[in-house]
C-alpha cells in the first residue's frame, strides 16, 4: 500500500511522513522529489521548467520507483509529494493502479495564514521561500477545484505532527494500542 501526503508547501508533509513512518509496521518513506532531483541532474539537461513534475518522464518514473520498491520491500511506502496538477495525479494514481497497488491518498491542509507563517518560520529550507510561496495560490485553486474530492484531507492548521501522524495511521489501520492511549 501507498500512503501519499499531498498539500502544498508549509502542510506539514515531510514531517508528518516521518511520524506515520514510525506508527506503520513494515513502511518507509519515499519522497517522490529525489525522482524529480535525478532527473535535474541530467546533462546537459531536460528541457527548461520551472517544476520537473511537468517533464513528462517524472510521473511513470515515481510510479515504476514506487511499484520496485515496494516488491522489494513489501510493506507500506508513505509519499510525500505535492501534486497539484489534477493530469499528474490521475497519471500516477492510474499507474499505481495497472500494478494493483492499492493508494490512500491525504491532503494535509491549512488555512493561507498558516502555511506563511509556517513558511515564514522554516529555517530548515528558509524563511520567506519564494518557491515555496508561489504554490500557495495553485495549491488553494486545486483545493476548490478537485484536489479536496480525491483526497482524505487533513486540517493541520490547529494539529501537531504527531496529531496528524496518527489521525493517518488510524485511517489506514494502525490504531494506537489501548495501553498507549492511557495515562
Known amino acids: 500500500m501507498i500512503v501519499w501526503l499531498n498539500g502544498t508547501h508549509g502542510a506539514g508533509k515531510t514531517t508528518t511522513s516521518a511520524l506515520v513512518q514510525q506508527l506503520i509496521p513494515d513502511s518507509q518513506v519515499l519522497d517522490a522529489e529525489k525522482v524529480g532531483e535525478t532527473l535535474m541532474d541530467i546533462k546537459p539537461g531536460l528541457p527548461a521548467t520551472d517544476n520537473f513534475q511537468h517533464w ?3 510521473r511513470p518514473l515515481v510510479v ?23 493530469e499528474y495525479w490521475r497519471e500516477i494514481s492510474a499507474g499505481l493502479a495497472q500494478h494493483d497497488i492499492p493508494v490512500r491518498h491525504f491532503i494535509l491542509h491549512a488555512d493561507q495564514d498558516t502555511l506563511r507563517g509556517r513558511i515564514a518560520g522554516d529555517m530548515v529550507l528558509g524563511p520567506d521561500s519564494p518557491f515555496r510561496l508561489q504554490y500557495l495560490e495553485p495549491y488553494a485553486e486545486a483545493a476548490r477545484t478537485w484536489l479536496h474530492a480525491e483526497a482524505e484531507v487533513i486540517d493541520t492548521t490547529h494539529l501537531t505532527p504527531e496529531q496528524a501522524a496518527r489521525r493517518i495511521a488510524d485511517a489506514v489501520g494502525f490504531p494506537q494500542p489501548a495501553s498507549a492511549s492511557a495515562g
Open 64 to 86: 515504476e520507483t514506487a511499484r520496485h520498491v515496494l516488491d522489494y520491500t513489501g510493506g507500506t511506502l508513505v509519499m510525500p509529494m505535492t501534486v497539484l496538477v489534477e
Open 56 to 58: 513528462a518522464p517524472w
